[in-house]
Nanobody, 123 residues
Framework: QVQLVESGGGLAQAGGSLRLSCAAS????????MGWFRQAPGKEREFVAA?????????KYADSVKGRFTISRDNGKNTVYLQMNRLEPEDTAVYYC???????????????WGQGTQVTVSS
């Protein structure tokens, strides 16, 4: 069982930045691909970014965040990050961290989920 705890959410102005962190409680963190998803009120959960296991050689991004967000991982700290720059009001959502075998864009491909952290971007 893997427990995931997100942090770093909060309130930001449009054009600003936030960095989300997700700490995993497993000694085999490097074996998991990690993903970030988000869910805005009244909308379905959507893919944001993913990074492959081990060295994270493969990264994937939703078109809406490409060039603004960066996913990275530190296996020594069992943590995955999401650096969010040039934030837009449309980025307002609860952001969820997830772990699974492969860096996929579909939520059902992930086995473990965090509780989420709220990100609010004001215009």
């Amino acid at each position: 069982q893997v427990q995931l705890v997100e942090s770093g959410g909060g309130l930001a102005q449009a054009g600003g930045s936030l960095r989300l962190s997700c700490a995993a409680s497993t000694r085999t963190f490097g074996n998991y691909a990690m993903g970030w998803f988000r869910q805005a009120p009244g909308k379905e959960r959507e893919f944001v970014a993913a990074i492959s296991a081990s060295g994270g050689a493969i990264t994937k991004y939703a078109d809406s965040v490409k060039g603004r967000f960066t996913i990275s991982r530190d296996n020594g700290k069992n943590t995955v990050y999401l650096q969010m720059n040039r934030l837009e009001p449309e980025d307002t959502a609860v952001y969820y961290c997830s772990a699974g075998p492969f860096a996929m864009v579909t939520a059902t491909q992930y086995d473990y989920w965090g509780q989420g952290t709220q990100v609010t971007v004001s215009s």
